[in-house]
């Protein structure tokens, strides 16, 4: 290494994982531009990043999941299950937006190997089936075969018998997913370089009209985003406050969804939103809860992505849908997005999970999720800014509407 490439390199390194990916995608596409035969033999790195998810996606779900349930607390009474009604519906309400838009605007991607043993499900019946094997899946099995439905059966399980656990074994449990979680974002800080060898070697092969397809994708899931925050949160907030909810929603979007979309993780906008409600004077023995909790259940970004990614990989595949099945994936993908790791990226891990609904092996599904951390440098700060904003707009929709039941 020269005495001249040193200083860039620590230059680079001080750039912010967002900046970095951003300098792998211009790369990757300026290489396959002007030197495709050597953008072919760089994809070694694409293949390894997507190697080390592969290998870390199945136990962060077993180990989070299973921490999250185990640590839950039982606080006072508060208006917590109203809010939680909130999450859940507002979700799921994500969850179907992303799976219309998909049959309205599908989205078609460039996988660079293709599978060649698919055996998609005839209907709905063999989904219910396929679903139904894969929860009672051996343990092992589905952490060796990247079951991630088995694998959250499971953690759900391990979680409701470890509530009733000691408190060591419970701090244990926690950390335990603060290591895998630390694990996890070593991975992801591999990202601007699987991007650049995914992104070169796939343009390389397919032009630009792979770059042009993941637009596409991209602005269908923005698109769904700005439907929830815009149109779907505000019918949920005016359905519990009877009155005009914009007001509200468009102080969360500039008080909570900026420093959110920035920061890219709702663990770290848990301060900010608290600040918020403070500043609507909502109740503290609330929001004190309802926003940590939210920041780990409430993922209406995290919904869309992974319904909206699942059926650009059933579409590009080739893959038949009819309506109960794709109701089927709403639920899941609501599901999922409530298991969603806080780091970076991290609804894009649960992506195999839904595909594996429709046959789809994960070898192909990790390269979807590959393509969603290529658009993740304005998909997962959508995603984020969405769900940190929406905690705080639920939890003060149901504040105020106790306060005018009591009036």
């Known amino acids: 290494m020269t005495a001249t490439t040193q200083p860039?390199?620590?230059?680079?390194?001080?750039?912010?994982?967002?900046?970095?990916?951003?300098?792998?995608?211009?790369?990757?596409?300026?290489?396959?531009?002007?030197?495709?035969?050597?953008?072919?033999?760089?994809?070694?790195?694409?293949?390894?990043f997507i190697a080390a998810l592969k290998a870390v996606a199945p136990v962060l779900v077993l180990v989070l999941v299973t921490a999250s349930i185990a640590n839950h607390q039982h606080g006072q009474q508060t208006h917590i299950r109203p809010i939680l009604v909130m999450y859940l519906i507002g979700t799921l309400s994500a969850a179907l937006i992303g799976?219309?838009?998909?049959?309205?605007?599908?989205?078609?991607?460039?996988?660079?190997?293709?599978?060649?043993?698919?055996?998609?499900?005839?209907?709905?019946?063999?989904?219910?089936?396929?679903?139904?094997?894969?929860?009672?899946?051996?343990?092992?099995?589905?952490?060796?075969?990247?079951?991630?439905?088995?694998?959250?059966?499971w953690a759900i399980a391990l979680g409701l018998v470890f509530r009733?656990?000691?408190?060591?074994?419970?701090?244990?449990?926690?950390e335990l997913?603060?290591?895998?979680?630390?694990?996890?974002r070593m991975v992801i800080r591999l990202a601007p370089l699987g991007i650049f060898g995914l992104i070169a070697a796939t343009l390389a092969d397919s032009g630009l009209d792979a770059l042009l397809g993941y637009l596409h994708l991209l602005a269908v899931l923005v698109g769904?985003?700005?439907?929830?925050?815009?149109?779907?949160?505000?019918?949920?907030?005016?359905?519990?406050?009877?009155?005009?909810?914009?007001?509200?929603?468009?102080?969360?979007?500039?008080?909570?969804?900026?420093?959110?979309?920035?920061?890219?993780?709702?663990?770290a906008n848990i301060p900010v939103n608290l600040q918020l409600c403070k500043d609507l004077n909502l109740h503290e023995e609330t929001y004190s809860v309802s926003i940590p909790l939210g920041a780990t259940i409430n993922m209406a970004g995290a919904a869309i992505t992974i319904s909206v990614l699942s059926l650009a990989a059933v579409h590009t595949?080739?893959?038949?849908?009819?309506?109960?099945?794709?109701?089927?994936?709403?639920?899941?993908?609501a599901v999922c997005a409530c298991g969603a790791s806080g780091v970076a990226g991290g609804s894009l891990l649960l992506i195999?999970?839904?595909?594996?609904?429709?046959?789809?092996?994960?070898?192909?599904?990790?390269?979807?999720?590959?393509?969603?951390?290529?658009?993740?440098?304005?998909q997962d700060s959508a995603e984020t800014a969405i769900n940190s904003?929406?905690?705080?707009v639920f939890t003060a929709a149901v504040c105020w509407a106790e306060d005018q039941r009591q009036a």
């Open 8 to 48: 860039l390199l620590r230059r680079i390194a001080r750039i912010s994982l967002v900046g970095q990916i951003a300098i792998g995608l211009i790369a990757g596409i300026a290489l396959a531009l002007l030197a495709p035969e050597a953008a072919s033999s760089i994809a070694l790195l694409g293949e390894v």
């Open 99 to 153: 799976v219309a838009a998909s049959f309205l605007f599908p989205s078609s991607l460039v996988l660079s190997s293709p599978a060649t043993e698919l055996s998609p499900p005839g209907g709905i019946a063999e989904v219910l089936r396929t679903l139904l094997f894969n929860v009672v899946d051996n343990p092992i099995n589905a952490l060796l075969n990247a079951n991630y439905i088995g694998i959250l059966a």
């Open 164 to 174: 009733h656990a000691s408190a060591g074994s419970k701090q244990l449990l926690g």
């Open 177 to 184: 997913s603060d290591g895998i979680t630390r694990i996890v």
């Open 224 to 267: 769904c985003m700005l439907l929830v925050a815009l149109v779907v949160n505000p019918l949920l907030v005016y359905w519990k406050i009877r009155r005009n909810p914009y007001p509200l929603v468009l102080t969360c979007l500039r008080g909570s969804a900026i420093t959110a979309f920035f920061t890219r993780s709702s663990a």
């Open 317 to 333: 595949l080739g893959i038949a849908v009819d309506l109960p099945t794709a109701l089927l994936l709403s639920v899941v993908a």
């Open 352 to 378: 195999p999970l839904a595909c594996g609904l429709f046959g789809i092996p994960n070898d192909v599904a990790m390269q979807v999720v590959a393509i969603g951390f290529i658009i993740g440098i304005v």
């Open 389 to 392: 904003s929406t905690d705080v």
